[in-house]
């Protein structure tokens, strides 16, 4: 069932700053109870008051930026086939895997972005490879046309630096997260780094590495890889001093942190 909010318009919040020290980033939506990725998911995180809702993006044959996790429409939608290999018009054929009654398509970037302008925040992930660089120049020139390009309102994310430098040429008002996998974390590195905000798993975050982060005048946001484990790990780094949570959980984190 898609969740609609009586009253919905796309006006700017009244405040741009999360209301704790803690950035909730709503990891593929709400998740939990919606679609991942789906505009249900999008807006129930919205509903929730999130700070960002996160958007992992794939490219079709056709160069139309969808939101979709996977390589392959396998896993989330009623069809199997790399995302590369469809057009926009052959993937809105497919629907997404739902508990729900009601049915819904992958959506694209340019919806989700028409639909919810600056109510809300986004963040996000261009792809590994040289298909994460075919999508910034086209990302950007969304951004733009909407009015979005600017920290105030996106944070782009890529486990590609190469990705990120691009967007920073394009877009330099942008805000950049480096995503860095726990087998490639390197604590030099991400000092070291051109980035505002190292995006690290949780498994790697210690109060040193956290600390020495922070010394070095860049943020610090964890995501989780494995949901099972995410409410435990989020309790675990609490006290951590960590700005933000990727979560697929959002009401357990907002109660977490004491969000109203």
Request: charged share 30%; aromatic share 6%.
């Amino acid at each position: 069932m898609l969740c609609v909010a009586i009253g919905w318009t796309k006006e700017q919040p009244e405040s741009r700053e999360p209301k704790t020290a803690l950035s909730i980033i709503s990891h593929r939506g709400a998740n939990d109870r919606q679609p991942e990725h789906s505009i249900s998911a999008y807006q129930q995180a919205i509903q929730d008051q999130v700070d960002y809702i996160e958007i992992d993006l794939r490219m079709t044959k056709d160069r139309q930026l969808v939101a979709l996790h996977d390589k392959t429409v396998n896993r989330t939608t009623n069809g199997t086939g790399k995302v590369e290999n469809f057009t926009l018009a052959e993937l809105e054929k497919l629907t997404l895997v739902s508990t729900q009654k009601e049915q819904e398509k992958i959506p694209t970037l340019v919806e989700i972005l028409e639909k919810f302008g600056k109510s809300t925040r986004y963040y996000i992930e261009l792809r590994e490879s040289t298909k994460g660089l075919d999508m910034v120049e086209p990302l950007i020139q969304l951004l733009e046309k909407n009015d979005l390009d600017d920290e105030n309102f996106v944070l782009l994310q890529s486990f590609s630096s190469e990705s990120l430098i691009r967007a920073r040429q394009l877009a330099p008002n942008l805000s950049l997260t480096w995503l860095m996998k726990a087998g490639d974390f390197d604590l030099n590195s991400a000092v070291k780094s051109d980035f505002a905000t190292i995006g690290i798993e949780s498994r790697v975050v210690t109060d040193n590495v956290v600390r020495q982060i922070h010394q070095a005048g860049k943020q610090v946001h964890v995501y989780f890889i494995n949901k099972k484990s995410e409410k435990a790990e989020q309790k675990r780094l609490l006290n951590s001093q960590v700005n933000g949570y990727f979560t697929d959980f959002n009401l357990f984190t907002k109660k977490l942190i004491n969000r109203e």
